[in-house]
């Protein structure tokens, strides 16, 4: 998922440009003929949304009045909110740089809306009619006072201060990392084991060298696959460096800015601050749920270091006792492991998953156990190889949403996998939502693994595209941070069930369908590693915190330390804090939400435990979950669709399977 630290989250379509494809549900994507006109129309969308605030100051606070707010949210969310996403996926750097000029300005737009206190003391004497109404006015509510509206005139300033300060650096930092398009040159003969259509057809540099980018169809063969350990260290090397000292400087500036910006508010850390409004609620709760996953995981993650050295051993000819498990190994011999004990290779799955084809399973698995349809729409967007797509309701024929999906990599394009909110549900005037799902998928087809991002991915749009909620503020994403991981999360398993693989048949009769064996291998070898997989997203997890609960250490340093602290050490001249772009962002003292959510995944995914496909209980789940948003709390939305209070024992349980 991606988020802004503004207090307005700044996503949706962009008013006053021309646009394309009417025949989406709700208003279309714009297009921009240049950095220049997306400049100009950014200013005139500002200075619109100066006017409206205006107005809205002088609405009395009464039974219409959150709708009225609402209203303006909305708004802005669609004036601003296309920059978020062109930022990161235009083909042109100029117009991405001027879309992250135009977004920084509305994120210092938000944090001034953020302490307006006309709006915020007429909120405060709003009467809400119903649960969802209180809901709804605690979250604006809190969002006001995180802004610093409740602050002294003097500390009020500081905190805008610090807030676009945060934001403009947060952008940087993603900025460097996504503009840096970083290629590591590679003679052929060490590419010794690397698919041939990996690398073939990459650009040379004068001395006939491969330039490999570290885009994941590239790094990742390589890293599974090449038989020189020197070409996996290279581009290990370069992918644990992205960003640089430059991005180093910034995190550790980031870490100083976000602790004074919570002082301001008497609070010692910035985790605290955070933390506070999540399902968690404090960075103590935090730290014991990381010590349980910790104590769990710690034997299993020995283990998994000492099986992956004995097959290096065995590998190489080499003693055990004196062969050393690199990290540019790990992913290597687990892969090796795997086809030696259970048959299966990532690589093979390829032929059996065309990319194309892929997201059309994906969407019919959403279709069969949801009740939606997706229909392919023409569309002229930023890139030719984005789709559109409608969404609607399988029963009633009803427009829910629009998805754009952004299929491969390319220079300059954000190069992970997201879901871009584009714009938030709201029943009470028929406000269509509409999301951007954004990954880098291999052209010639994805392994087993890719297949389950794929699926990830559409679970946050799923959550974007289903909600249905009376107001646009509670829609989707809007929920505790540490729980909006939950949805996509789930979604992951699906991939290792026979009968939801079937599917494949329906959107693709030509595909070979893949063999029942190869699943059956694959589900029994997905366990293999898990030790070292949770130990490292553990170690993340415990970095950002340890991060943002001292007093704004050295991140570097506190880095070294903590890799260091694990079995397989730190590796001397790496700086992965500076590519680490989750905790530079929205997730900062927050990504132990992804194992959180991870617990909430593994006890929703028990209510599918009899027919991963059974429509009656994704019936459930798309009416008390996904359509929900923030109008309940995610314990009582989930409470609502187990029958139960919800617990870890799923998790835990899969932890030692």
């Known amino acids: 998922m ?42 005139a969308a500002l200075a619109e949304g100066g006017r409206r605030v205006k107005t809205f100051e002088k609405h009395a606070p009464d039974s219409r009045w959150l709708a009225g707010w609402d209203d303006l949210n909305a708004w802005i969310e669609d004036a601003s909110g296309p920059v978020g996403l062109l930022e990161n996926v235009h083909p042109d750097k100029a117009m991405r740089s001027a879309a992250q000029a135009c977004s920084q300005r509305w994120a210092e737009f938000g944090s001034t809306l953020g302490q307006n206190e006309t709006l915020y003391r007429a909120l405060t004497s709003v009467k809400p009619r119903d649960p969802i109404e209180r809901e709804f006015v605690k979250f604006a509510r809190e969002g006001f006072e995180d802004s610093g509206v409740s602050l002294a005139p003097a500390d009020r300033a500081s905190a805008k201060q610090l807030n676009d300060r945060i934001a403009d650096l947060s952008k940087q930092f993603e900025a460097r990392i996504r503009d840096a398009n970083v290629k590591v040159p590679v003679a052929v003969a ?36 090449a038989e ?101 190994d790990v992913g290597f011999y687990i892969e090796r492991l795997r086809r030696e004990r259970y048959s299966v290779d990532q690589e093979a799955f390829r032929p059996y998953f065309p990319p194309a084809e892929s997201l059309a399973f994906v969407m019919r698995t959403a279709e069969r156990i949801l009740g939606i349809r997706y229909t392919p729409v023409p569309a002229t967007l930023w890139h030719d190889d984005v789709r559109a797509f409608a969404v609607s309701d399988a029963k009633t024929g009803k ?67 289903l909600s249905a909620t009376r107001y646009a503020q509670q829609a989707s994403s809007n929920v505790q941070w540490d ?6 999360q789930m979604l992951e398993d699906w991939v290792y069930d026979k009968k939801v693989l079937k599917l494949f048949a329906e959107v693709c009769p030509s595909c070979r369908p893949v063999p029942d064996e190869m699943i059956d291998k694959a589900r029994v070898a997905r366990d293999f590693g898990k030790g070292l997989r949770t130990a490292r997203q553990l170690l ?53 939400g992804y194992m959180w959510s991870l617990v909430v ?14 429509p009656a209980v994704g019936a459930r789940y798309r009416r008390t979950v996904l359509a929900q948003g923030r109008q309940l709390p995610p314990r009582e939305l989930v409470k609502e669709f187990l029958g139960r209070e919800t617990n870890a024992k799923a998790f835990f349980d899969d932890l030692e399977r």
Not at 280 to 287: D, F, K, L
Not at 607 to 613: E, G, V
């Open 540 to 592: 993340f997890a415990s970095y950002d915190q340890a991060l943002y609960i001292a007093d704004a250490p050295d991140p570097m340093a506190l880095w070294r330390q903590m890799e260091g602290a694990t079995p397989l050490g730190y590796v001397e001249g790496t700086q992965f804090p500076a590519g680490f772009a989750h905790i530079a962002g929205g997730y900062a003292a927050g990504y132990y």
């Open 483 to 488: 729980f909006v991981e939950a949805p996509s």
């Open 228 to 328: 020189k350990a020197s070409t996996r260290e290279l581009l290990w090397r370069a992918k644990q460096s992205e960003g640089g000292d430059a991005n180093l400087a910034l995190l550790g500036e980031l870490a100083r800015l976000r602790r004074d910006y919570a002082r301001l508010f008497g609070m010692k850390t910035f985790a605290d601050f955070q933390l506070r409004r999540r399902m968690v609620e404090n960075s103590a709760t935090a730290g014991r749920f990381l010590d349980d996953v910790q104590a769990a995981v710690r034997a299993r993650e020995v283990r998994d270091v000492d099986e992956l050295r004995d097959a290096k051993a065995r590998h190489l000819g080499t003693p055990q006792a004196t062969t050393k498990i690199e990290r540019w």
């Open 601 to 614: 995944a593994h006890d929703l995914r028990t209510a599918f435990k009899d027919d991963r496909l059974d």
């Open 399 to 465: 427009a829910l949403a629009t998805l754009y999906v952004d299929l491969y990599p390319r220079e300059g394009k954000y190069n992970h996998a997201a879901v871009w909110p584009l714009r938030s549900a709201a029943t009470r005037n028929q406000r269509v939502p509409q999301a951007a799902l954004v990954v880098n998928l291999d052209r010639k087809g994805l392994t087993l693994n890719e297949l389950e991002t794929l699926l990830h991915e559409m679970g946050h749009a799923l959550h974007n595209n």
């Open 2 to 43: 991606r988020y802004d630290f503004s207090f307005v989250i700044v996503v949706g379509l962009f008013a006053g440009a021309a646009v394309a494809a009417p025949s989406l549900p709700g208003p279309a994507f714009p297009r921009f003929e240049s950095a220049s006109a997306l400049t100009s129309a950014c200013d």
């Open 190 to 225: 060490d590419l010794a084991g690397v698919p041939e259509d990996v690398w073939a057809k990459k650009p040379r540099d004068d001395a006939g060298k491969v330039l490999l980018g570290l885009d994941n169809p590239t790094l990742v063969p390589v890293l599974e696959r």
